[in-house]
């Protein structure tokens, strides 16, 4: 048996090949019967929530109904937590969770509580952290018993039924024995736990020096022949190469560019990499890329559509940008809502063929016989064997099957082949056709349709430097109708603040530190790339409430979620950054950002102060930060301004793209083309009233700290200033 879904951050033992998925709700939608069970599951928005809704289990979402039964009875809480697209979470719900006898156990003996992790972070924060530091690793599905007062006293990840089931037998019958004793020992485990995860304030600025540690941790654990970091399994972690492109942009250090372009392409040939339908599964279970668990989540896919755009921006290398194109082209293709928003994820498993689909298995709409390719050019292209060419296979799910990937370039097929190359790259683009349109009749896997807010933010930033670097305009648009969804259907009406998460017409969950960052993040950058002034304004208003939300004053961090929920045994100001950035390293970088469109001392001052108040745990774990660091780096490289005035028109877009053609991670934008705009700065920066376009032509003004060099309007001169 292969271990649940592992935590990104801490990912060292996240290996396996997942294997059949069945979720009930499938089952259900398939057969045309009454479910046998319905819970308070039922009417819950979230698809994982809802996945659980025909249990036997006798659920409670988390909330006050729960705690008061636990309470009113003496029951400990059995407290499950996973998310729709996890393939462990349905083993374990196939195997314990629809178990007649497990499920009369659990409704007799506990309150069953169960809780989406994309929805409620901060729940599943808190509990991870308290499984890791007892057991020593973690993931989803995560099972923690808890006293009625929420205290855990136990927790796990998956278990398989006979362990499940002494595992509730012992706990009950402990319970009856001494519920009092197993209540009174949990404060001091508590307290404990408390003091550990407790915000601490740095003493000590960052020291520079933690840019070159972490830079060598990554040079140590980095795959030289196959890319990427560690061995098997090896996930992307964009928040590195973000990192590593930023320390060389600002050191010059070769070795930082070498390694993230390596990874990237061993990445974009690899069997990690959609190679028909474009956009990156979760992470690969060999070292060489080549094997994926294939759920495609949407935080992946911004994140990696970033990496290879700014590595092209450096290199100039086109298959970074045709890379980044696919990503950002499967977004749009199979994971856009009709009103613009990006929809979560999509699932590792789905139906073999349509006349069974309860029949799932992993990688089952992306694999292909030999038969099917039908095509030798492409066969020996993309590593097609006529036997299949999965060799290790511990489940047995990929016999006779292929995974694409690029054993060969098509330069090296066309020599190969004897043939010229054109003729070779036409055929393979007519095969590759062919094949969509083949796979698109096939079952598709499940696909985890709400709107989560952090991640659409992630998105807008993707689609928004797309738009500026390839200059492509329906690439704008995908950020711009996001944005507006965002900012129409997740922000309260009444109040402003943010939701997390939207599905089926309905916005719930008040938003976390993520939430704030990741968009306000997005709403930048896509002011860096239209120069409308309602996002950076949306942006500017939706940073000072993540402030007056997140901020401890205590140490200058941000805590992970609002103050507000009664039921939360604790709240914590985590910063590790893993599978996604951590909220509080892009409300840093966030802030140091807007500080450059507004020169606020005190916002700048914010951003140093959070960036102390992580200094020690950075000095402890250079390479944890990346993001962090690269906000660090922001920070230290005394960030320039550059202006531009003048008129929109062609002029303008040939200055633009002078711009945004570059890799300038330490530099902001603004353009002032309108009395309007000149006006929305003004407030703010006094040296913009003073600025115009000379000789009627667009003009540049390249700063630093509002000190400007002599302002140029030809685009060679602005190049050169950029250099």
């Known amino acids: 048996m292969s271990p649940p879904e592992q935590p990104q951050a801490r990912a060292a033992n996240e290996s396996d090949v997942r294997r059949t998925l069945i979720p009930l709700v499938a089952i259900c939608e398939a057969s045309c019967q009454q479910p046998l069970h319905t819970n308070r599951l039922a009417h819950e928005k979230s698809p994982y929530l809802l996945q659980h809704a025909h249990n036997p289990v006798d659920w409670y979402p988390w909330g006050e109904d729960a705690f008061a039964r636990a309470v009113k009875e003496n029951k400990p809480i059995f407290l499950s937590i996973g998310y729709s697209t996890c393939h462990w979470c349905h083993v374990m719900e196939r195997e314990c969770f629809e178990n007649p006898e497990i499920a009369a156990q659990l409704n007799r003996d506990f309150i069953s509580i169960k809780v989406d992790r994309e929805e409620r972070p901060d729940i599943d924060q808190v509990y991870m952290s308290y499984v890791m530091a007892t057991t020593g690793g973690g993931g989803w599905p995560m099972s923690v018993l808890l006293t009625p007062d929420r205290h855990p006293f136990f927790g796990g990840t998956y278990f398989p039924p006979e362990t499940f089931k002494d595992i509730l037998r012992q706990a009950s019958e402990a319970w009856h024995k001494d519920s009092k004793g197993i209540i009174a020992g949990t404060p001091a485990v508590m307290e404990s736990f408390r003091r550990m995860n407790a915000p601490a304030a740095g003493k000590e600025p960052v020291d520079p020096k933690l840019l070159t540690a972490a830079f060598e941790s990554y040079s140590k654990a980095f795959d030289a022949r196959h890319g990427g970091f560690g061995p098997a399994p090896k996930f992307p972690r964009p928040v590195v190469l973000g990192f590593l492109l930023r320390y060389h942009a600002q050191t010059g250090n070769k070795q930082a560019l070498d390694m993230t372009i390596r990874t990237l392409q061993e990445m974009a040939r690899g069997g990690i990499y959609d190679q028909l339908g474009g956009g990156f599964h979760r992470y690969s279970t060999d070292d060489r890329w080549f094997l994926p668990h294939f759920e495609k989540m949407l935080y992946d896919q911004a994140q990696l559509a970033v990496a290879y755009l700014e590595a092209y921006q450096i290199t100039g290398d086109q298959s970074l940008a045709r890379v980044s194109r696919g990503i950002l ?175 089926d017409g309905q916005a719930a969950v008040p938003a976390f530190l993520d939430d704030y960052a990741f968009l306000v993040q997005g709403l930048l950058d896509l002011y860096q790339a239209s120069f409308q002034t309602r996002h950076l304004g949306a942006a500017l208003n939706l940073t000072a409430r993540l402030r007056s939300t997140f901020t401890n004053q205590d140490t200058g961090s941000f805590y992970t979620a609002p103050a507000g929920d009664p039921h939360l045994i604790l709240r914590m100001d985590d910063g590790y950054d893993g599978a996604e950035p951590s909220g509080n390293s892009i409300a840093v970088l966030d802030l140091l950002r807007t500080a450059e469109y507004t020169d606020q001392a005190a916002t700048r001052q914010a951003a140093s102060k959070a960036l102390s108040a992580f200094s020690t745990r950075i000095q402890k774990d250079p390479e944890g930060y990346p993001q962090m660091l690269s906000a660090f780096l922001f920070q230290q490289a005394k960030p320039k301004q550059v202006i531009l005035v003048g008129p929109r028109g062609e002029a303008m877009d040939k200055m633009l793209r002078v711009l945004q053609s570059r890799f300038l991670p330490n530099s902001i934008a603004l353009v002032v083309s309108s009395e309007a705009e000149r006006g929305f700065f003004k407030p703010h920066l006094d040296v913009v009233e003073s600025m115009t376009s000379k000789g009627g032509l667009p003009t540049a003004y390249v700063c630093e700290n509002y000190a400007c060099k002599l302002p140029v309007n030809n685009p060679a001169r602005f190049a050169e200033l950029l250099q």
């Not at 292209?381 to 047995?396: A, T």
């Not at 009749?441 to 670097?469: C, E, H, Q």
């Open 329 to 503: 082209d499967y977004v749009l293709r199979d994971m856009t809502s009709p009103e613009g928003a990006f929809y979560s994820a999509e699932d590792a498993d789905s139906a073999v063929d349509s006349a069974q689909s309860n029949l799932k298995r992993e990688g089952a709409f992306y694999a292909w016989t030999f038969r099917e390719i039908n095509q030798p050019w492409f066969a020996f292209q993309y590593g097609v064997k006529e036997g299949g060419n999965v060799d290790k296979d511990p489940h047995g799910e990929f016999k006779g099957s292929n995974v694409l990937y690029q054993a060969h370039s098509v330069e090296e097929t066309a020599a190969h082949f004897r043939q010229p190359v054109e003729k070779v790259r036409a055929v393979l683009d007519q095969t590759r056709v062919r094949l969509l349109a083949t796979r698109a009749k096939r079952p598709r896997p499940y696909r985890d349709d709400k709107t989560i807010a952090a991640w659409n933010g992630l998105m807008i930033s993707a689609f928004a430097k797309a738009s500026a670097v390839l200059a492509e305009p329906r690439y704008a648009r995908a950020a711009e109708r996001a944005a507006d969804f965002a900012l129409g259907k997740l922000r309260d009406p009444a109040t402003g603040g943010l939701f997390r998460r939207y599905r």
